[in-house]
């Protein structure tokens, strides 16, 4: 460890963190004992345990009774479940059935170059997605997906449910949190057929900038979505 003024624990954490951005544990590989870690690192096994606990607090490792602990993978549950805000009256969470639109490769926009980061001419996949719950259309959403970071994702026939998944097992890029934006708006026209409302009929925008390991948004999505059933909840800690 260095001689910085960082405590220890969190030197072990930006270590152990650069070595997951870097690939060189891959999702569902075991991690080293505590006790190997403390070895290597030069520090107290209490130490690891502080920096693997706040890993595992992050989504980034999953310690799992009598095995020990793993990098985190996004399966289709996990992902829903973890990111997709959306509950009955009663708070129980649903799994949404999702229908795609289309997908198109386009140059991205002034807005979707400075919510990503892309520079001028950048070629993105935009995917048009409506998502269902309880039989019931829901959401019409648009993901934009950076073409030099999902190569050729147009191309990909079946998209899961959750694209999260996806990116973690074609493209090793894993989500580790989401900001979301509301807003409450009129339906646009345009948009009122996908979702069987009138027009300017009142709906949330929910943008979502999802971030990925480096700390980096790598997709952007914009959703309308009808609260006439469900409502969108956020778990404050």
Request: glycine share 6%; proline share 5%.
């Amino acid at each position: 460890m260095s001689t910085s003024f960082q405590p220890l624990y969190k030197q072990v954490y930006d270590v152990l963190t650069q070595r997951l951005q870097e690939g060189y544990w891959k999702p569902g590989d075991l991690l080293p004992s505590e006790f190997a870690l403390a070895d290597e690192l030069g520090v107290s096994q209490g130490t690891v345990r502080k920096a693997l606990n706040q890993l595992v607090t992050e989504y980034l490792l999953d310690r799992q009774q009598g095995k020990g602990t793993f990098v985190a993978e996004h399966t289709q549950e996990s992902s829903l479940f973890r990111f997709f805000r959306w509950r009955e009256p009663g708070g129980e969470k649903l799994i949404p059935e999702t229908t795609v639109i289309s997908q198109s490769r386009k140059s991205a926009n002034v807005d979707q170059q400075q919510k990503l980061g892309l520079p001028a001419g950048a070629e993105i996949n935009e995917l048009v997605r409506v998502r269902s719950l309880l039989d019931q259309i829901t959401l019409l959403e648009f993901v934009v997906q950076p073409l030099s970071v999902f190569p050729d994702i147009d191309l990909v026939k079946e998209l899961p449910n959750s694209l999260y998944t996806l990116y973690q097992e074609r493209y090793g890029i894993s989500i580790i949190s989401a900001r979301d934006e509301l807003r409450a708006e009129a339906l646009p026209k345009k948009f009122a057929k996908h979702l069987n409302l009138p027009p300017q009929h009142p709906v949330l925008v929910v943008e979502r900038l999802s971030i990925n390991i480096d700390g980096r948004a790598v997709e952007y999505s914009t959703a309308y979505c009808s609260t006439e059933s469900f409502s969108y909840v956020v778990n404050l800690k």
